[in-house]
């Protein structure tokens, strides 16, 4: 019987993969490269790589009227791609602060109004590894209804023209079960904050 798995073959060898150079492409709110890359097979490919630094991202939720603040805002790659004329996400953009908590209170005060104190580490990911070098850091944080200080919006320079949800996570729920949350940041923080607090869902 030939078995499932094969072995790697003992004289197949492993190199230090090496990014022996790069030249920029476009450097704007983002920087594209191309680089000349060895992989660990020793093949010298070149590889593109999209850089704009580090990225926060949030689910606010209320524990006690079971809901979660979450926004929705136009998104030009998803409208040329499939004419989605807006996105419900979690509240989320660049980290220029060096604390990525301090970040992402920013992010949720300019986004949401919300004013955040107690913050739920999930995970630092990378959110695009095949392409960008973006590391984006995941939190739920509790919040209620006192804590909404702020209009929310987004900042009026950068137009994003946010409109704020909030939402009962019980409806999130039967959202993402239908396989209607299609914005990949929320969907893991809110799969995260299910399994954390199962009863908030109930």
């Known amino acids: 019987m030939t078995p499932r798995f094969?072995?790697?073959?003992?004289?197949?060898r492993r190199h230090a993969p090496e990014i022996r150079g790069t030249r920029t492409v476009h450097d704007g709110w983002a920087t594209f490269l191309v680089a000349e890359v060895t992989t660990p097979e020793g093949a010298a490919v070149t590889r593109e790589i999209e850089d704009h630094g580090e990225a926060v991202c949030v689910l606010p939720y209320d524990p006690e009227r079971k809901v979660a603040l979450l926004i929705r805002q136009f998104r030009a790659p998803p409208f040329f791609t499939a004419g989605v004329t807006d996105l419900l996400e979690v509240p989320a953009g660049l980290l220029d602060e060096a604390d990525p908590a301090e970040g992402v209170r920013r992010e949720a005060f300019e986004e949401t109004g919300l004013r955040l104190s107690h913050l739920e580490?999930?995970?630092t990911v990378w959110s695009v590894p095949g392409i960008s070098t973006e590391r984006m850091?995941?939190?739920?944080?509790?919040?209620?209804?006192?804590?909404?200080?702020?209009?929310?919006?987004?900042?009026?320079e950068e137009h994003e023209a946010i409109t704020v949800v909030e939402m009962p996570l019980s409806t999130l729920a039967a959202m993402s079960e239908a396989g209607e949350i299609v914005d990949m940041k929320t969907l893991v923080l809110l799969l995260s904050l299910r399994l954390r607090r199962p009863e908030l869902f109930a």
């Not at 995941?138 to 987004?154: I, N, Q, V, W």
């Open 121 to 123: 580490p999930v995970s």
């Open 6 to 12: 094969r072995p790697e073959a003992p004289n197949r």
């Open 137 to 156: 850091h995941l939190y739920l944080a509790p919040y209620a209804e006192s804590d909404r200080e702020g209009p929310g919006g987004g900042l009026a």
